[in-house]
């Protein structure tokens, strides 16, 4: 009985209603640790350990956009030493990822102000970008020193430049103008926005490209999050009615 119940919670109906961009913020590391008498940081390496399935289950799935919230723009408050350990994780994490991108051709990006990492980390994800950007199979974005906020105010002092330079007619600046000037240009919005360990806020995290995402909340640490989770969340975005303003019978029609 039990794994019948297994096999049909892991079976995923594609041929209606798929999510084609999913947000995770990849929350709990510290918590999951603590409660395992560890250093924070023991957290953070089980959890950068998940991206791997995560991102084959969201490929099994055909989900063809997965966001990863690895690092805000708040998070530099943290102390110290759990800033460089994440610093010193994520080399460690592209490096023994970038194979796998490259073998499965899937493109990987950034958001976030990346410039401002250490020289180190920028390199080497500046090198992987360009070795993947003509892969189209699935893309996995990162988003690195990322805060809605933060990003915002880079794309308005971008506007107001191009604006003075009579790149942009003022006059004509509408929503899809705007969203161009974001760090998620030519990324489609997200559908399903996921965060783990039962926080239920968004952190600032793709606070306008979510205006319309279904939102997912677990209780589950980011290090236990497997495949068995994110199919689990799928199955629940494809039992949701996205309305966009309009009543369910004009979505009938
Ligand atoms: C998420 O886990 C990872 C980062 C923010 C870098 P946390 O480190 O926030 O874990 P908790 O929320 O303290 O448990
Ligand atoms: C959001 O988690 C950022 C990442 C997951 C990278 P936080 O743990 O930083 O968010 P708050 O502080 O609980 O809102
Ligand atoms: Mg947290």
Same mark, same amino acid.
């Given at each position: 009985?039990?794994?019948?119940?297994?096999?049909a919670?892991?079976?995923?109906?594609?041929? +209606?209603?798929?999510?084609?961009?999913?947000?995770i913020? =990849?929350?709990?590391? !510290?918590?999951?640790a603590? $409660?395992?008498?560890?250093? /924070?940081?023991?957290?953070?390496?089980?959890?950068?350990?998940r991206?791997?399935?995560?991102?084959? +289950? +969201?490929s099994?799935?055909?989900?063809?956009?997965?966001?990863?919230?690895?690092?805000?723009?708040?998070?530099?408050?943290?102390?110290?030493?759990? @800033?460089?350990?994440? =610093?010193?994780?994520?080399?460690?994490?592209? /490096?023994?990822?970038?194979?796998?991108?490259?073998?499965?051709?899937?493109?990987?990006?950034?958001?976030?102000n @990346?410039?401002?990492?250490?020289?180190?980390?920028?390199e080497?994800?500046?090198?992987?970008? $360009?070795?993947?950007?003509?892969?189209?199979?699935?893309?996995?974005?990162?988003?690195l020193n990322?805060?809605?906020r933060?990003?915002?105010?880079?794309?308005?002092?971008?506007?107001?430049?191009d +604006?003075?330079?009579?790149?942009?007619?003022?006059?004509?600046?509408?929503?899809?103008?705007?969203?161009s000037?974001?760090?998620?240009?030519?990324?489609?919005?997200?559908d399903?926005?996921?965060?783990?360990?039962?926080?239920?806020?968004?952190s600032?995290y793709? =606070? =306008?490209?979510?205006?319309?995402?279904?939102?997912?909340?677990?209780?589950?640490?980011?290090?236990?999050? !497997?495949?068995?989770?994110?199919?689990?969340?799928?199955?629940?975005?494809?039992?949701?009615?996205?309305?966009?303003?309009?009543?369910?019978?004009?979505?009938?029609?």
């Amino acid at each position: 009985m039990y794994e019948f119940y297994n096999v049909a919670m892991n079976d995923i109906d594609k041929s +209606a209603n798929l999510p084609r961009h999913v947000a995770i913020i =990849m929350d709990g590391n !510290g918590r999951w640790a603590k $409660e395992r008498g560890k250093p /924070r940081i023991d957290g953070h390496i089980e959890g950068s350990k998940r991206i791997r399935e995560v991102l084959s +289950a +969201a490929s099994e799935c055909g989900v063809k956009y997965l966001t990863l919230y690895a690092f805000s723009s708040e998070n530099w408050n943290r102390p110290k030493e759990e @800033v460089d350990a994440l =610093m010193e994780l994520l080399k460690n994490t592209i /490096r023994e990822h970038s194979e796998d991108f490259i073998k499965n051709k899937v493109r990987f990006r950034t958001i976030g102000n @990346v410039g401002k990492l250490p020289s180190n980390c920028v390199e080497l994800l500046e090198k992987l970008k $360009e070795q993947t950007k003509n892969f189209d199979s699935a893309t996995l974005i990162l988003a690195l020193n990322y805060g809605s906020r933060d990003e915002i105010c880079r794309a308005v002092k971008n506007i107001i430049q191009d +604006a003075a330079g009579k790149k942009i007619d003022p006059e004509k600046i509408d929503w899809p103008v705007i969203s161009s000037y974001l760090d998620t240009d030519a990324i489609p919005d997200p559908d399903l926005m996921i965060r783990t360990s039962g926080e239920m806020r968004l952190s600032n995290y793709l =606070m =306008m490209q979510a205006a319309y995402a279904e939102l997912y909340f677990t209780k589950t640490y980011w290090p236990d999050f !497997g495949r068995d989770e994110f199919i689990k969340a799928v199955k629940e975005y494809q039992r949701r009615e996205r309305r966009y303003g309009l009543t369910t019978d004009q979505l009938k029609k």
